[in-house]
């Protein structure tokens, strides 16, 4: 008899395969007909699939133990303590971790059917599921892509997105200050390990807003990494791609970040990690409600301020971004094979050229 969750997976394994067989029967010839997808483009559309796969591994994770439970997306019961906790920061959080694991699932299904109607290779992880499930009440005990149970949160895009004076593309080393500095410091969980993580209560806000940090974390990499890549598309039809489904990882981000900032100040008992009151002191490179893009340079200093998103520099884009996630810890126990997997992607996405 199968397990629940390997009709989970199944259930998930056919509904990908019915996204991509379908369109490849369907709209494969009319859509090489517009222009069709060159080399370079598919592999940049290929690790953007990667990356949605990663992400979407992510927030399924989140949706399993804080966001709505539902058939679109699937898989979890729910932890009441540990969504109440992500509550305090919204009252709405579960709606919104619902809903950016939908968003990240279709994106993920998209590229790769997009891909597969075009003769291309898709981005496949499956073999790489091997990282462990949270063990407290609401998850699935499945085999996982990504970690976070010992997150190193890099939050320096806080002050990156307030600083007037400097553009992470004209200042390369230019250091933004972390907004929570333990963050970057340690490693910490931003799901419940286990039962034993619901208390003391203090200890389970922590982790609470560790996962409100985490959330504007990984949405900030996608609204800098498609309009980098898309410098590099070729085609029409893949460049409408990507600058279609990269503004909503913007809309991610804003939502992410503005409730970031309500986390509440505390310091773990447990492990002493602090979260600070961002709104002491009076500085505008930390205040809570300062979330719309500050005009900062952009291009060259002798041009007029912009309020833009950073950085877009195209160069390395793609390793950047994977050297990024890597830093957050995510991929904590994964297989050399996984690296280099995912290595290989970022390296032909940016070796990726728009056609003369």
Not at 66 to 95: C, F, H, R, W
Not at 140 to 150: A, E
Not at 190 to 217: E, K, M, V, W, Y
Request: proline fraction near 8%; hydrophobic fraction near 35%; charged fraction near 20%.
């Amino acid at each position: 008899m199968k397990t629940n969750e390997q009709t989970v997976i199944n259930r998930r394994t056919l509904v990908k395969g019915m996204a991509v067989g379908g369109l490849t029967l369907l709209t494969g010839g009319a859509a090489r007909g517009e222009g069709g997808i060159s080399e370079g483009d598919a592999a940049i559309l290929r690790f953007l699939a990667a990356a949605e796969i990663l992400e979407t591994d992510m927030w399924q994770q989140y949706n399993e133990l804080a966001g709505i439970q539902d058939s679109e997306v699937p898989g979890g019961s729910g932890n009441p303590a540990y969504t109440d906790a992500l509550k305090v920061l919204d009252e709405d959080m579960d709606q919104y971790i619902h809903d950016n694991t939908e968003d990240e699932m279709t994106h993920e299904l998209f590229l790769n059917a997009y891909l597969v109607a075009h003769g291309a290779a898709p981005a496949n992880l499956e073999r790489f599921r091997t990282l462990p499930s949270s063990k407290a009440t609401g998850a699935q005990n499945i085999g996982r892509l990504t970690n976070l149970m010992q997150l190193t949160l890099d939050t320096s895009w806080w002050t990156r997105y307030r600083d007037p004076n400097h553009n992470p593309d004209l200042d390369p080393n230019f250091v933004f200050p972390q907004a929570v500095p333990d963050l970057h410091a340690g490693q910490f969980p931003g799901i419940p390990r286990s039962n034993a993580d619901l208390n003391p209560p203090d200890h389970l806000q922590a982790i609470a807003n560790t996962a409100g940090f985490h959330f504007p974390s990984i949405e900030v990499g996608g609204t800098s990494l498609y309009p980098s890549l898309a410098q590099r598309v070729s085609r029409p039809e893949p460049l409408r791609i990507v600058l279609s489904i990269g503004p909503t990882e913007a809309m991610h981000f804003q939502t992410w970040q503005d409730k970031a900032g309500n986390a509440p100040p505390l310091t773990d008992p447990t492990n002493g990690l602090t979260f600070p009151d961002l709104n002491a002191g009076h500085n505008e490179l930390f205040q809570t409600n300062l979330i719309m893009p500050e005009p900062c340079p952009f291009l060259h200093r002798k041009l007029p301020v912009c309020s833009i998103i950073r950085p877009t520099q195209t160069r390395g884009a793609a390793r950047g971004a994977l050297a990024g996630l890597t830093a957050m810890g995510i991929f904590r126990g994964q297989s050399k094979a996984f690296f280099e997997y995912m290595k290989d992607l970022a390296e032909d996405a940016d070796e990726a050229r728009r056609d003369d």
